[in-house]
């Protein structure tokens, strides 16, 4: 086998506005890129290093450019995922060696992994934390969208709750609290939600410190974010979680994406599949697993003033597979 070789840069996308969770605010989406090469076929791979989980451009870029040698010498994802801790490092490479195997065997990613050929899905688009009257005047802009994902940030929350469904009276809409709630204002805010349609809310405290979550009745779903990661922290959400969201900077890769899919549904858990804030070619894996999940949170490129050139295909909020230039 012709020795691979492995190539890691920086890119940057500017937003198409501020992008605003309970955490903070940015303008930019700052990404790693992979790029495996095995004589004139290369494969690819982005990730978005996550400051949450201690995550920073340039320690990824340090911990994948160190893997250089044991890509040369043949790495495949079963030792990577051994040797390499779950986060966004390890995707970007896990990614990069999907697209690489799919393009060296001439066959498409989903069937090498053995999942059903991916369609066209409904992805959610973001609606930024604000004021209830700006993000009520967003939502009126998007209301046309079939899905929202409305993000919040514990006090006022059931005022923005209101003013957005207000102004989108049509619109599916999902919550996303940034483990922004306590759990003194957890049933009332779970009860706003509930009465204004709302069909999930997604991590509403914080990780660690969500055992309220198993104390009370939940009368809407509530999805596990930045309490899963892997399989291995699939114990922890017992009687606590009735979905989970799947990102693959969490999972580190789609390998160990998968078969978190399958634990997760094995024990009774819807799927959420979601995504941090990158282009097209963070999306384009995890469209993979987005076929039969209940939501889809794959909006990344439609935040950005502009995707990289081949990106996916976007009408309205329907996204569709991506092409083997792009990935897999």
């Not at 801790?85 to 989903?110: F, T």
């Not at 930045?226 to 009735?242: F, I, K, M, Q, W």
Request: charge should be neutral.
């Amino acid at each position: 086998m012709t020795a691979r070789k492995l190539t890691v840069r920086t890119e940057t996308f500017p937003l198409a506005g501020v992008f605003t969770i309970s955490r903070g605010s940015r303008t930019e989406a700052r990404v790693v890129v992979v790029e495996i090469s095995q004589g004139t076929t290369r494969g690819h791979g982005e990730c978005v290093p996550y400051p949450r989980y201690g995550e920073t451009v340039e320690g990824t870029l340090s911990a994948i450019e160190a893997l250089a040698a044991d890509v040369a010498g043949g790495l495949d994802r079963r030792r990577l995922t051994q040797q390499m801790r779950a986060g966004a490092a390890r995707n970007a490479v896990d990614c990069a060696l999907w697209d690489l195997e799919a393009k060296l065997a001439h066959r498409p990613a989903w069937a090498l992994a053995g999942l059903p050929e991916p369609k066209p899905v409904v992805t959610a688009y973001t609606i930024s934390l604000g004021t209830p009257e700006a993000m009520a005047a967003v939502a009126r802009a998007a209301s046309s969208r079939p899905l929202l994902k409305i993000k919040l940030g514990g006090a006022g929350d059931a005022e923005r709750i209101r003013a957005v469904r207000a102004t989108a009276p049509r619109a599916r809409l999902i919550v996303d609290a940034n483990e922004a709630w306590t759990p003194d204002m957890l049933e009332a805010n779970l009860a706003a939600c509930a009465a204004a349609g709302v069909e999930m809310v997604e991590q509403p405290l914080p990780a660690g410190h969500d055992e309220a979550l198993a104390a009370i009745r939940r009368p809407i779903p509530v999805c596990a974010d930045e309490s899963v990661h892997d399989r291995n922290t699939l114990p922890e959400l017992a009687g606590r979680y009735d979905a989970i969201n799947i990102k693959l900077d969490k999972t580190g890769g789609l390998t160990e994406a998968i078969e978190l899919a399958r634990a997760a549904r094995g024990l009774g858990l819807d799927l959420m599949i979601g995504c941090m804030v990158g282009s097209s070619l963070a999306m384009a894996p995890a469209l993979l697993l987005a076929q039969g999940a209940r939501w889809v949170d794959l909006d990344g490129p439609l935040l950005l003033a502009k995707d990289r050139v081949g990106g996916l295909r976007y009408d309205g909020s329907l996204v569709f597979p991506p092409q083997p230039a792009l990935w897999g």
